[in-house]
C-alpha cells in the first residue's frame, strides 16, 4: 500500500471519536442505507460491507433490519432479525467489517404502516389505524397496551441479539417516515387520546421507553443511536426543525450515545443532484450539536474533504455520514489518508443505486461499476488482476465504456489506445451534463480523463475518427467499439412497432438535435415513450427557451421510471409549475405539418394539439456501423483481424449510463482471462428447510 502522505488539513477527520462503551477510529461514517441484498443474497451484503471497511470507513452499517414478522417488507430485499436463526447472517457482516478494524452497526426497523406484511400475512400495526403507505388494498390497525409492551419487547429481543452478532452500534430508528417509532411522533400519523398521543411529551413517549429498554439491556457494551428525521418536509403540517424537531432532541438529548439526524422521507434525504446541492441538508441539522452533548452524525452526498473539515471543525457534525458517496467509492476515507483526494470517484446523485431497492435486484452504481460484484464476481473497486499478456487495445470511442475499458486496461498493465472522433472526451455524458441540473453527472468523464492522464501506457486521440481500413491497419491485438448511440427520429419504441405516421411537412426532431443547438419551430410537442429523465429535461429545457411545450406520454405520468430514483414528483411538479402542458396516456398517433394527434390509450379516442415540431424520446439505436464494417473486412484480410473484435456499452446495446460504464469494465476485467462456462458469477440458492410433516 502506498505510504501514508496525507494533508495535515484532513487529520481532524482521522481522529477517534468515542460512542458510549465503543469508540469509532475516525470521523468516517457509513449510515445505514439499502442495497437489495440483505437476507436473499446475505453473502453479497457481508462482502460490499466488507469492503468499505478496508476502504476506511471507521463505522460501517447495516441497512434497515426487520425486527419481526409483524412488520416485513417482502418484494423489497432487506436484511432480517426475526428470531435467532438470523444471527449468523449478519454475525458474518460484522466478522469481515471487524476484519479491517471498523465498528460495526445495525439499524433495526419497525415498519408499521409502511409495510403490507404480504409473506407473514399479519395485519400491520401503527398507532392509528389508517391505510398503508404502500399503494395495496391494507390497511394497519391501531395498536393497544398489549401490542406496545409486545413492540418494546421486539425491540429489546432485536438489541440482545444485534450483541450476540457482534454488532458495535445498535439503533433505534425514527427516520424517513417509515417505522412505526417515526409514525407514534408524527402529528400527521398519531391521533391517539391516550398517554401515546397528543402533546409532543406524549408522542415521543414510546421513543423514549425503547431508547431507555435499548440502552438497559446493551448499552454496557454496544454504543446506542438514535436516527431522526428532524424535518418531515411538510410545513407546519409536520415536524420541521426548528420546532418539534427541535424539542424531540432536547426531550431526549443525551439518553442516546449518537444523534444520526437527516430530513424525511427519502425521497428528501437522499435527493438527486438535479433537484439538491451537496450539503443541503445542513441547514436543517445544523442545530443538533448545541442541544447535545453527544455526537452527531449527518448526510450530504459529501466528497469533498475541505468540506468535511469544515463541517467537524465549524461545529455541525462530529461524524461525516456518507451512503451514495461510500457506494461510488468505498476507498474514499483511505484515499484522502493516503493524500490522493484527486482520485475519489465522486458520487454523481443518479440514484441509480436507490432503483435496486424498488426493482429489488443487488445495487448498482453509475461512477462504480464493481458495486454489487464484490463477492459474485470478486470485483474490488480498486484491485484488478494484472495483464495476461503483452498485448495491446484499440478502443474507438471515448464516452462512458470507453473511458472505463481504457482506464480499467491501463490499471491491467496493457498498451491502450483510446482513439475519440470528437474534440472531448466523454460521448453522451458530456452532452447530457449541460442539461438543467446534471452538470454533476461529468463527474463520470472526469474521474476517467484524470486517471487515464496519469497512465504512461494510455493514449488519448481526440478528433481522430478512423475508418475500417484504417482499424485493421493499427494491428491493435484487440479492438472494441464504444462508439455509442443516437436517438431514432422513427418514433418506434415500446408503444409504436411501427414508425409513426408524418405528414409532408411534419418536422421531427430528437434530444440529439436539441442538445446539438437546433431551435424548434411553433409549438412543440415532446413524446415520451423513454419514461426515463430525457424527454422531462427536453420539455424542461424548451419551455426555459421560451417555447410553447406539450408533454405527451403512454405511461400515467411524467417521466414515469423516475419514480425509482425518487425524482418524478419534483420532476412533474416543476414541468407544470413551468407552464408545460401534461398529457398522458396518450400515444402520439400521427404528425401532420402544424398539428399532431394523440391517441388516447385505452379507448383510442384522437384528440388534435398544435405542433411545430415534434421531439422524439422513443428509443436509441447503436452506432454500429463501424463495428459490422471492419467484421466485414476482418474476413478479407485474415492476417490484420484482431484475436479480439466486439461492441462495448451503448454501441452494444443503449442503456443507461451506468450499464455502459459496467459493460466498459467487464470488457477491462475478462479480457484475456479463461472463459466461464454456464453462470459467470457464483450464486446464493437457498437451502432446503427441514420438512417437519408426520405422517
Given amino acids: 500500500m502506498k505510504a501514508v502522505s496525507r494533508d495535515p488539513r484532513y487529520d481532524i477527520l482521522f481522529e477517534p471519536v468515542r460512542l458510549g462503551p465503543v469508540t469509532a477510529p475516525n470521523r468516517f461514517y457509513q449510515v445505514p442505507h439499502c442495497n437489495g441484498m440483505g437476507h436473499q443474497y446475505p453473502s453479497s451484503m457481508a462482502e460490499m460491507r466488507s469492503v468499505k ?12 433490519v426487520e425486527i419481526h414478522h409483524t412488520s416485513e417488507l417482502s418484494g423489497v430485499i432487506e436484511s432480517r432479525l426475526w428470531d435467532d436463526s438470523d444471527i449468523p447472517v449478519l454475525a458474518r457482516m460484522v466478522e469481515r ?42 390497511q394497519s390497525r391501531a395498536m393497544d397496551k398489549a401490542d406496545i409492551r409486545a413492540f418494546r419487547e421486539m425491540h429489546v429481543n432485536a438489541a440482545l441479539r444485534s450483541r450476540r452478532a457482534g454488532f458495535d452500534i445498535v439503533y433505534v430508528y425514527a427516520g424517513h417516515d417509515m417505522t412505526t417509532l417515526m409514525h407514534f411522533l408524527s402529528p400527521t400519523r398519531n391521533d391517539r387520546t391516550d398517554e401515546y398521543g397528543g402533546s409532543l411529551e406524549n408522542r415521543v413517549r414510546l421513543m423514549r421507553e425503547v431508547l431507555e429498554d435499548t440502552k438497559e439491556a446493551i448499552g454496557d457494551t454496544c454504543a446506542v443511536a438514535v436516527r431522526l428525521a428532524v424535518d418531515e418536509m411538510q410545513g407546519a403540517e409536520g415536524i420541521s426543525a426548528d420546532e418539534e424537531g427541535r424539542a424531540i432532541v432536547e426531550i431526549l438529548a443525551d439518553l442516546p450515545d449518537l444523534w444520526d439526524v ?63 458517496p461510500s457506494i461510488a467509492d468505498p476507498f474514499l476515507p483511505r484515499k484522502i489518508e493516503e493524500g490522493r483526494p484527486e482520485d475519489i470517484r465522486e458520487c454523481i446523485g443518479c440514484n441509480i443505486c436507490v432503483t435496486a431497492d424498488f426493482l429489488v435486484h443487488p445495487m448498482r452504481c453509475t461512477q462504480n461499476p464493481t458495486m454489487g460484484e464484490e463477492w459474485r464476481k470478486g470485483w474490488h473497486p480498486e484491485r484488478i488482476a494484472p495483464k495476461s499478456a503483452d498485448e495491446s487495445v484499440l478502443i474507438v470511442g471515448a464516452g462512458p465504456a470507453g473511458l472505463e475499458a481504457a482506464r480499467a486496461l491501463g490499471q491491467r498493465g496493457y498498451d491502450v489506445t483510446l482513439a475519440e472522433a470528437g474534440r472531448a472526451v ?49 494491428g491493435a491485438d484487440h479492438v472494441a467499439f464504444a462508439t455509442g448511440s443516437v436517438w431514432a427520429g422513427s418514433g418506434v419504441g415500446r408503444t409504436n412497432r411501427l414508425p409513426i405516421t408524418a405528414d409532408d411537412g411534419a418536422r421531427i426532431m430528437t434530444p440529439d438535435d436539441i442538445c446539438g443547438g437546433k431551435v424548434p419551430q411553433g409549438p412543440v410537442v415532446v413524446f415520451d415513450d423513454d419514461y426515463y429523465y430525457m424527454a422531462g429535461l427536453m420539455a424542461e429545457k424548451l419551455r426555459d427557451d421560451g417555447h410553447d411545450v406539450t408533454y405527451v406520454t403512454p405511461a400515467a405520468d411524467v417521466s414515469h421510471w423516475t419514480h425509482n430514483t425518487m425524482e418524478q414528483e419534483r420532476i412533474q411538479t416543476r414541468l407544470m409549475e413551468m407552464g408545460v402542458r401534461i398529457v398522458p396516456l396518450h400515444n402520439l398517433a400521427r404528425l401532420g405539418a402544424d ?23 422513443t428509443m436509441r439505436a447503436a452506432t454500429d456501423s463501424l463495428f459490422h464494417e471492419v467484421a ?64
Fill in 53 to 64: 471497511a478496508e476502504g476506511g470507513w471507521g463505522v460501517v452499517n447495516t441497512e434497515e
Fill in 97 to 138: 467489517v471487524h476484519e479491517h478494524g471498523a465498528l460495526a452497526g445495525i439499524e433495526p426497523a419497525h415498519l408499521g404502516m409502511g409495510a403490507a406484511n404480504n409473506y407473514s400475512r399479519e395485519i400491520p400495526m401503527g398507532p392509528t389505524a389508517r391505510p398503508i403507505d404502500l399503494l395495496e388494498p391494507v
Fill in 262 to 324: 437527516n430530513v424525511s422521507g427519502w425521497e428528501n434525504d437522499s435527493a438527486t443532484s438535479r433537484f439538491s446541492q451537496e450539503g443541503y441538508q445542513t441547514d436543517y441539522i445544523s442545530w443538533v450539536k448545541d442541544v447535545t452533548s453527544k455526537p452527531v452524525v449527518g448526510v450530504g452526498r459529501f466528497t469533498s474533504p475541505d468540506t468535511m473539515v469544515s463541517l467537524v471543525r465549524n461545529g455541525v457534525l462530529d461524524f461525516v455520514g456518507a451512503a451514495r
Fill in 426 to 474: 466523454g460521448g453522451r455524458v458530456a452532452v447530457e451534463s449541460r442539461l438543467p441540473g446534471l452538470s454533476a453527472w461529468k463527474r463520470v468523464a472526469d474521474y476517467r480523463e484524470y486517471q487515464i492522464s496519469q497512465m504512461a501506457n494510455v493514449a488519448l486521440y481526440l478528433e481522430s475518427p478512423l475508418s475500417a481500413d484504417e482499424v485493421l491497419d493499427f
Fill in 595 to 617: 398539428s399532431a394527434d394523440l391517441s388516447c390509450v385505452y379507448t383510442d379516442r384522437v384528440q388534435t394539439v398544435p405542433c411545430g415540431t415534434a421531439v422524439l424520446v
Fill in 632 to 695: 466485414a473486412l476482418s474476413d478479407d484480410r485474415p492476417d490484420a483481424k484482431p484475436a479480439t473484435l466486439l461492441r462495448i456499452g451503448d454501441c452494444l446495446a443503449p442503456g443507461t449510463i451506468a450499464a455502459a460504464v459496467y459493460g466498459g469494465h467487464r470488457f477491462a476485467r475478462e479480457l484475456g482471462e479463461p472463459a466461464t462456462d454456464g453462470v459467470p458469477f457464483r450464486r446464493e440458492l437457498p437451502a432446503l428447510a427441514q420438512d417437519r410433516r408426520s405422517g
